[in-house]
Every structure is written in C-alpha cells, then in structure tokens.
C-alpha cells in the first residue's frame, strides 16, 4: 500500500491513530463540528507537551528521528498498548536497507513427524499465514488449511470462510493487524508485497482495516467455528515458533461438546491420506 511504499510509515501510523482517538477519550471538549475523524493535530501536540509545528514535522516526514521522551508521550496521548507501543518505537528506529531476497520457508522432517502423530487439528504456517503444511484434523477441520492456501485471504475472500467464523469482523481485523506486526519493517519482503497488493485490489475489507495501521500479535487464543457438519466449535488456539515456521494447534476442553464433536469428525475422515494431509511436497517462496 502507499503510505508503507512512501517511506513515511512513522507519520501514516500517527496520523491513523490520531484519527481513532474521539476528543472525549482524550479528555478534551469535542468543540462542536469538526472537520477531521478523532483528534486535531494541535491537540496531539498539547497533549504530548510539543510544539504543532514540530508534530506536524513528524508526520509530513520531515523528521525521523523524535526522541524516547517524544514518542513516549505520544505513545500515552494515543492510548498504544505494549504491542502497538513498541509499534511505534519501532518505525521510529528503522534504517533504509537493501532489498532482500526472497527466502523459502522450510518446515522441518521432524515437524512433519509431529503432524502425522497429532490427533487435533494442527497445521504450520509462514509469515505471511502461508499454510505449509497441515495433518488430516487439520483438513478435516477446514478444507481451507490445505498446504497452498494463504489463511488471511482464504478469510477475505472465501465465503465459506466467512460463515466458518462466528465471529469474523473480529477475526479479519485481528488477522490484519497481526500480518501488520509481522511486517514490521520489513517491507520490501516479496511475499508481503505479493499479499498486500492482492488483497488491495480485492478486497474492500482488507483496504479499511489496512488503513487503520492497527498492531495485534496473535498467539494464544480461543475462538467459535462453524463446522458444516458438526455444527459450532469452541476451540483453544496455540501458536508455536519451530525455527522460521509457526506450528498452530487447536484443540478443545477435555470431556466437553465440542471434544465430542472432534472425535465425531476425526471418525467421518478417518480415511484421510496421510501424504495429501502432511503437505510433504512444498516448501513455500515466502
């Protein structure tokens, strides 16, 4: 997108921020009509204790190099958690490098061991929510978690997707911010170009979270699906760094309905290939 293409990315993140804090959050009066979404530029620069003209300086570009102090302050008028703070500091540090090379995502012989002996869904993924490789829950779980598919534009564009998620405003916005954290400053990645600018062209969805500049990390978690078959799914979500890849599990409270509904699906796929399920052909061009 071209605010990250622009070289600016420290004053577009301000900017998109400033634009999501409401004067009232900021514990200003909302003065009547306002012309701009969230807070003035001025009022920015009041509330962290500097001058309008040096805000407006940080984000027009024109200075890259605002101290701890500053982005600090800024950090606080803007409400940033942890993530989105070191975010912040973050842009503020980065140095324009050489472009780099694409690198092929591995996943390890032993990780491919470990799928084939995990009886919940389990599935690794790149950088870029790339599937790499998956085991037969995986599939039977989500035919979308098939090596191939890319897990954030299955969720954009692929209505069946869309309905799997009981909730998928969330999950596209968490998914987006998350792709955003991984980016970091890494933007002259090939594969995140190729993801960015696909999902810009297609979806309408994706250009408005995009814009947002929101942060997430997506670890841990717990989520409800909606399985054709076995109906609603509350699953324990896990993400597990092994070397460059993710390994990501799911899987349910022991004794529970949806424990029951797993084995349920475990036995109508029980004739799963194991070759097709462990995605051992592909190393993907991340």
């Given at each position: 997108?071209?605010?990250?293409?622009?070289?600016?990315?420290?004053?577009?993140?301000?900017?998109?921020?400033?634009?999501?804090?409401?004067?009232?959050?900021?514990?200003?009066?909302?003065?009547?009509?306002?012309?701009?979404?969230?807070?003035?530029?001025?009022?920015?620069?009041?509330?962290?204790?500097?001058?309008?003209?040096?805000?407006?300086?940080?984000?027009?570009?024109?200075?890259?190099?605002?101290?701890?102090?500053?982005?600090?302050?800024?950090?606080?008028?803007?409400?940033?958690?942890?993530?989105?703070?070191?975010?912040?500091?973050?842009?503020?540090?980065?140095?324009?490098?050489?472009?780099?090379?694409?690198?092929?995502?591995?996943?390890?012989?032993?990780?491919?061991?470990?799928?084939?002996?995990?009886?919940?869904?389990?599935?690794?993924?790149?950088?870029?929510?790339?599937?790499?490789?998956?085991?037969?829950?995986?599939?039977a779980l989500s035919p979308r978690?098939?090596?191939?598919?890319?897990?954030?534009?299955?969720?954009?564009?692929?209505?069946?997707?869309?309905?799997?998620?009981?909730?998928?405003?969330?999950?596209?916005?968490?998914?987006?911010?998350?792709l955003r954290t991984t980016v970091?400053?890494?933007?002259?990645?090939?594969?995140?170009?190729?993801?960015?600018?696909?999902?810009?062209?297609?979806?309408?969805?994706?250009?408005?979270?995009?814009?947002?500049?929101?942060?997430?990390?997506?670890?841990?978690?717990?989520?409800?699906?909606?399985?054709?078959?076995?109906?609603?799914?509350?699953?324990?979500?896990?993400?597990?760094?092994?070397?460059?890849?993710?390994?990501?599990?799911?899987?349910?409270?022991?004794?529970?309905?949806?424990?029951?509904?797993?084995?349920?699906?475990?036995?109508?796929?029980?004739?799963?290939?194991?070759?097709?399920?462990?995605?051992?052909?592909?190393?993907?061009?991340?």
């Open positions: 997108m071209k605010d990250d293409a622009s070289g600016n990315r420290l004053g577009s993140y301000l900017r998109a921020r400033r634009e999501l804090v409401s004067p009232a959050q900021a514990g200003l009066p909302s003065g009547g009509r306002r012309r701009v979404p969230g807070l003035r530029r001025e009022e920015v620069a009041l509330l962290a204790g500097i001058s309008p003209d040096y805000y407006l300086r940080l984000e027009r570009g024109r200075d890259k190099n605002p101290s701890s102090q500053v982005l600090a302050s800024l950090a606080r008028v803007l409400g940033l958690d942890d993530v989105e703070r070191t975010y912040l500091l973050g842009l503020a540090a980065a140095r324009p490098r050489a472009p780099r090379r694409m690198r092929p995502e591995h996943v390890p012989a032993r990780v491919h061991e470990l799928l084939a002996h995990l009886q919940i869904p389990a599935f690794v993924e790149g950088r870029a929510f790339d599937v790499l490789a998956s085991n037969p829950m995986a599939l978690l098939r090596p191939g598919e890319n897990r954030l534009r299955s969720l954009l564009l692929d209505p069946e997707e869309q309905a799997f998620h009981q909730d998928w405003e969330r999950a596209t916005a968490d998914f987006v911010a998350a970091g400053d890494d933007t002259d990645d090939p594969r995140f170009v190729e993801l960015v600018g696909e999902l810009a062209l297609s979806s309408g969805r994706f250009r408005t979270l995009w814009a947002r500049h929101d942060v997430r990390a997506l670890d841990g978690g717990t989520i409800t699906v909606h399985h054709p078959v076995v109906g609603d799914l509350r699953l324990h979500r896990d993400k597990l760094p092994v070397d460059d890849v993710i390994l990501v599990v799911y899987y349910p409270d022991k004794d529970s309905d949806s424990d029951e509904k797993l084995r349920l699906l475990a036995a109508l796929h029980g004739t799963a290939s194991d070759d097709a399920a462990q995605g051992r052909p592909a190393d993907h061009q991340g």
